[in-house]
């Protein structure tokens, strides 16, 4: 979120969180402490940026 702002990103937000390794072997082998998910995010660059 930092980083598309520093890039002159406007209206930054995630839209969407997801568990995209549920029932599967990755949720399995990585840490609990990890719980990699997903996002979506929106953000828009204005033409003059």
Same mark, same amino acid.
Do not use: K, L, N, Q
């Given at each position: 979120m930092g980083l598309l702002r520093e890039l002159r990103f406007k209206d930054?937000?995630?839209r969407e969180r997801f568990d995209c390794f549920r029932d599967t072997q990755v949720a399995e082998r990585v =840490?609990?402490?990890v719980a990699p998910h997903g996002v979506n995010v929106f953000a828009?660059?204005?033409? =003059?940026?």
């Open positions: 930054v937000a995630i =840490s609990p402490e828009r660059r204005p033409a =003059s940026a």
